[in-house]
């Protein structure tokens, strides 16, 4: 609370202390109402939270034709009613109850024309109503197992690259395959993998396909001041998201085939020259971001993040330092967590990191239930449930 605050509180306190037994209920009702007005409303980090994990998804029925799908957007001017339409993608037309993406209707439009020019070739199959309009997409049966979906989806892509097709989506092409998993009910008692296919990483936005990452957030707390502080970079000005960003220390996504923990060693080394041994034997894993995310074109970005700490050492013996191989990053530099928060309050933060950055205040007990009054409306954000399928 504030100086001028606590002041004026206790200015109101000791006049009700004062005001006389016998003094009518509306005197002592007002004077009440004055002291709880007298004192300026806690701001809250919700605002920034939920323009960052600004998506809601469906939540089905999904084998029920007539249901209407849309996605809600918290930081969007247009209503709920007026949201674009969106189709369920299964994985194989036997699996109506179980998407594994969500298709806005530009990217439907460019299926339903390679279906109809497919023919029986078509890599795709369509759910009708009555009316012939199509209500959800699924892999045709043809293309029923990993490889052959795998095969199909980099074809479909990479003929849509070439033909100009999503140029804002598929010019960020990485040749990084990433993952897309088959639905929990689907898998069979004694499967050895839960892969359904491989996906060209730019891609998965086309189709609302979860992107696995690692976030990570190095620090140590100085023996002088008790302070901690974090190893915060800037993003390379050349990146084509988020360029001079500030960030976590290190972050990257879940190739096809690699651990949470593969990965982050991996992105540390990569991101930040830090010594994979050092890396190994010093990590904590501190739980998971889910960041349902719409960006300001309005694709679909599902992401799951493992999160992830590292105390280094206070002396800088071991520190992350840019890699001009790798790019990702301009510079480190060291900041305290108020610092940081003030940088993210301002908007100064990639939208994923600074959600790592509030889960890791929750934890250091800097957001508490006492300096936000949105506490529990934060820690839910943070949360949220996903209808597509996990590991």
């Not at 960052?52 to 249901?67: C, H, K, Q, R, V």
């Not at 897309?180 to 998965?204: D, M, W």
């Not at 840019?322 to 305290?336: A, K, P, R, W, Y």
Request: proline share 9%; aromatic share 8%.
């Amino acid at each position: 609370m504030r100086l001028g605050a606590s002041h004026c509180f206790a200015r109101h306190a000791q006049a009700f202390r004062w005001l006389p037994h016998n003094a009518p209920k509306t005197s002592r009702r007002a004077l009440l109402r004055s002291m709880t007005t007298a004192v300026p409303p806690q701001s809250s980090v919700l605002p920034l939270v939920l323009s960052s994990i600004n998506l809601a998804l469906p939540s089905g029925p999904f084998d029920d034709p007539t249901t209407t799908h849309r996605a809600s957007c918290h930081a969007s001017s247009v209503s709920a009613a007026e949201e674009e339409r969106l189709l369920p993608m299964f994985l194989h037309s036997s699996l109506p109850k179980s998407p594994i993406g969500f298709l806005r209707p530009k990217v439907v439009e460019a299926i339903l024309r390679d279906h109809e020019q497919s023919g029986k070739n078509s890599i795709w199959n369509v759910f009708r109503r009555p009316d012939d309009s199509a209500w959800a997409i699924a892999f045709a049966d043809h293309i029923a197992d990993f490889k052959a979906r795998s095969q199909a989806m980099s074809t479909c892509l990479k003929t849509w690259r070439d033909e100009g097709s999503f140029p804002d989506i598929l010019r960020g092409w990485s040749n990084e395959i990433y993952p897309v998993y088959t639905p929990q009910r689907c898998r069979p008692k004694n499967h050895t993998s839960a892969y359904a296919f491989g996906i060209e990483r730019a891609a998965l936005p086309l189709f609302g396909f979860v992107n696995f990452g690692c976030l990570l957030t190095a620090f140590y707390d100085c023996p002088r001041t008790g302070r901690t502080m974090l190893w915060i970079p800037r993003r390379s000005l050349s990146k084509s998201t988020w360029p001079g960003r500030y960030d976590c220390t290190v972050g990257g996504g879940m190739a096809l085939g690699e651990t949470p923990n593969d990965t982050i060693i991996r992105e540390c080394a990569e991101e930040a020259s830090l010594p994979p041994s050092f890396v190994q034997a010093n990590l904590r894993s501190t739980g998971v971001l889910t960041f349902m995310n719409r960006s300001p074109s309005r694709w679909i970005l599902p992401g799951i993040y493992y999160l992830y700490e590292l105390r280094l050492p206070s002396n800088g013996s071991i520190q992350p330092r840019t890699n001009i191989e790798d790019g990702e990053v301009d510079s480190f530099g060291l900041m305290s967590v108020d610092e940081a928060m003030r940088l993210l309050m301002n908007g100064e933060f990639k939208p994923s990191s600074a959600m790592a950055l509030v889960d890791l205040c929750i934890r250091r007990g800097v957001i508490t239930p006492e300096s936000d009054p949105r506490y529990l409306d934060i820690c839910m954000a943070l949360r949220r449930p996903v209808v597509l399928p996990l590991p």
